[in-house]
């Protein structure tokens, strides 16, 4: 059946991706300072990112809480809101990091937040681990894109 448009039809950088990652036998990752597992790349928009999680946070982090950032890997320049949710086994969200807004280009791949949550407040929780892994879900929505557009020149013989 042929069908009409009415209007602009969204184009993918209009919706936010989600990615749910698993880190696996979250217990027994490093709770030392600045020790972090990054997780395997993922698609969003065309490029490619990584989650970067440190069980024991970042050097700059408090004591006991658990940093995570978000890892741009690709060449290109990119804008994106992003917000992380860490999930129970029920896929309920426990904590959500407030969201945020930052350009990741090849000076700036990463960001994230140091303070996310108390690592005591994970792994003392039963309702938190499945399995004894941590899923973090990521939610990335584009707000400028470096993407290459077709040039189209005007057609001279269409003009008065």
Known sequence: MPSVHVGNPPNKWDAPESHSIHFHR????SSKKNCG????PFSCFDTKWKLHIYPGGTKRAEPGMVSIFLHHCSKSEVS?????LLRDKGGGVIHQT??????????SR??????VVGRAEIVGHSNILEHGSLT???RV??????RCTNFIPKNPFTQH
């Open 136 to 138: 973090v879900e990521v």
């Open 80 to 84: 994106v809101a992003y917000v992380f």
């Open 110 to 115: 990463c960001w994230g937040w140091k303070n």
């Open 37 to 40: 597992v990054m997780s395997p």
């Open 98 to 107: 407030d969201s945020s807004s930052r350009k990741f280009n090849e000076r």
């Open 141 to 146: 929505k584009a707000i400028e894109v470096d």
């Open 26 to 29: 979250f217990e027994s990752l």
